[in-house]
């Protein structure tokens, strides 16, 4: 299975921008970046999901590389509710067994400092 | 309100004792799974199922089991040939299909500690 490698933390200020990294540089063609995060005491929840072009939702945006080794996810604005453990996860579309597929490294964690 | 029910929140383990953590679903989802999580590190899959009445072993399978005898539920036991039971269990459903856009959705957990 093709890995992931991100930072083990990272600390950003109330109301500013986050951006954090992802580096899969044996993603396959079929391989679809996810994003997980999970707070405190809490299960993870979805982010973000993409395979080539940036994609946007209401809870963040996902910028993906031309080569797509790697990938940002970027919080525009992070509160102190964003303070939790980020996952980047790569999932084989056309995988079978895709239980397995989703696996989640140590993550990275992200404080908000107010 | 559709979710993921996990119980209890907190559970205690004697030595030689089996313990069964419950999970429940209301989204109508084929797939459920359970992971494993210590302090500090990623989540391990302990077994997972796409159907009723069907299940696979996932990466650390040894010392647990698991039933699938309705579409709700996946219970876990934890049993006494799991030497290391103390971690934050976590159970999850997805649609269950490889349909790219299958997301995760997860419980609340339940913290296992032994006495």
């Known amino acids: 299975d093709a890995k992931t490698t991100q930072p083990n933390s990272m600390e950003s200020n109330e109301e500013e921008p986050v951006h954090l990294p992802c580096n899969h540089s044996t993603i396959s063609g079929t391989d679809y970046i996810h994003w997980y995060r999970q707070l405190p005491s809490q299960g993870p929840e979805y982010v973000i999901h993409?395979?080539?072009s940036n994609v946007n939702n209401r809870m963040a945006s996902l910028a993906i590389a031309e080569d797509r080794k790697s990938s940002t996810l970027i919080l525009h604005r992070a509160t102190l509710r964003d303070a939790a453990v980020y996952y980047c996860?790569?999932?084989?579309?056309?995988?079978?067994?895709?239980?397995?597929?989703?696996?989640f490294g140590p993550g990275t964690r992200l404080s908000v400092l107010p | 309100d559709g979710g993921i029910t996990q119980s209890p929140k907190y559970l205690f383990r004697k030595e030689g004792q089996n313990v069964t953590l419950s999970c429940e679903q209301n989204l109508n989802h084929d797939a459920m799974y359970w992971y494993r999580q210590d302090p500090g590190q990623g989540l391990r899959l302990i077994y997972y199922?796409?159907?009723?009445?069907?299940?696979q072993k996932g990466d650390i399978a040894e010392g647990y089991s698991v039933s699938r005898e309705k579409k709700e539920s996946f219970p876990l036991t934890v049993t006494s040939a799991q030497k290391n039971p103390t971690a934050f269990y976590l159970c999850?459903?997805?649609?269950?299909?490889?349909?790219?856009?299958?997301?995760?959705?997860f419980g609340s957990g339940t913290q296992l500690s032994v006495l």
């Open positions: 999850a459903s997805g649609q269950g299909s490889s349909a790219t856009n299958e997301k995760l959705f």
């Open positions: 996860i790569l999932r084989d579309g056309e995988g079978y067994n895709y239980g397995q597929n989703f696996v």
């Open positions: 993409g395979l080539t």
């Open positions: 199922s796409q159907i009723v009445n069907d299940f």
